[in-house]
């Protein structure tokens, strides 16, 4: 893991690139037809939805590169992205909700997108929570890694639910999908969450990457051992 | 009913909020947690 400050760039480039596309949607874009300004909450969520599966996915090609290759790298970005994951999916599951409220009349139901989102966030929350409890750091990687493997089963879950099951919510927004007007800040969002996740990811895997080596660190002498040895 | 949703700034403003808070919160956690953390070469 390097000591680069590119990671710190990247993040405040995608910090500066949410505040523009932010603006502009607020304050630029068009109201919707029908959700009227209810509808600019589409310029956080649908950036944070993608941005939670590509996460999650890295997490998942971690795991793999982890179990096949092994190397702590792969262990230490695992537990980065994961984390990301979970926040990502936690925000993605609020900002819904906010959503839900004046569009559905509720602020939750046990629809198939919704579910299926809820059970993504706790299953890798789950893993975050078993990293903790394992203490040697060789377990530790291969169970976490297996458990991402069974985990990632659920994102094709969360991105097909709205076509395989009757939900209420809406199918993908893709540019097929969104009215050209709305582009532009919703695709400023996206590489704005993509630039601050990248620099982000990489600052973790780097603190994974720190523990990781102090647990393997013969420790320092203690003050008895010096004092006993300057005898 | 005209199946026109009318206002409701107040949960777009409460969705940008969260979200504001929960990508600055994460960005200062990172740092802060990798700048506590010490290098294995001891400093």
Redesign the interface.
């Known amino acids: 893991m390097g000591n680069s400050r590119w990671p710190f760039v990247t993040?405040g480039l995608g910090?500066a690139l949410?505040v523009w596309g932010?603006v502009w949607g607020?304050l630029y874009a068009p109201r919707e037809?029908?959700?009227?300004?209810?509808q600019?909450?589409m310029y956080?969520?649908v950036p944070?939805a993608w941005n939670a599966m590509l996460v999650l996915t890295f997490a998942f090609a971690c795991a793999v590169l982890s179990l096949l290759r092994g190397g702590w790298g792969w262990d230490a970005r695992l537990e980065a992205a994961v984390e990301?994951g979970v926040?990502l999916s936690?925000?993605l599951c609020?900002?819904g909700s906010?959503?839900a409220?004046?569009?559905w009349g509720v602020w939750w139901d046990w629809d198939p997108r919704l579910t299926t989102t809820a059970v993504l966030l706790f299953a890798f929350a789950g893993i975050l929570a078993l990293r903790q409890f394992v203490d040697d750091p060789v377990k530790r990687a291969v169970w976490t890694a297996v458990a991402v493997v069974i985990a990632y089963v659920d994102v094709p879950l969360v991105y097909f639910s709205v076509r395989w099951w009757n939900s209420l919510h809406q199918l993908q927004s893709t540019p097929e999908t969104v009215s050209r007007a709305f582009h532009w800040p919703l695709r400023i969002n996206a590489f704005g969450?993509l630039f601050?996740m990248i620099g982000?990811v990489e600052?973790?895997a780097?603190?994974a990457w720190?523990?990781r080596?102090?647990e393997s660190?013969p420790p320092?002498p203690s003050r008895v051992a010096m004092a006993a040895g300057s005898l | 009913m005209r199946?026109?949703?009318?206002?409701?700034?107040e949960?777009?403003i409460?969705?940008?909020a969260?979200?504001a808070v929960?990508?600055?919160g994460?960005?200062f956690s990172?740092?802060w947690?990798?700048w506590r953390?010490?290098?294995?070469d001891?400093r």
Do not use: K, N
């Open positions: 993040s910090l949410l932010s607020l037809v029908y959700m009227g300004d209810v600019r909450i956080v969520h944070t990301g926040v936690a925000l609020t900002q906010i959503w409220r004046p569009t969450v601050l982000l600052l973790r780097r603190l720190r523990r080596a102090a660190a320092l | 199946g026109v949703i009318e206002g409701g700034w949960f777009v409460a969705a940008y969260v979200t929960v990508l600055l994460y960005a990172v740092c947690r990798l953390a010490p290098r294995h001891g």
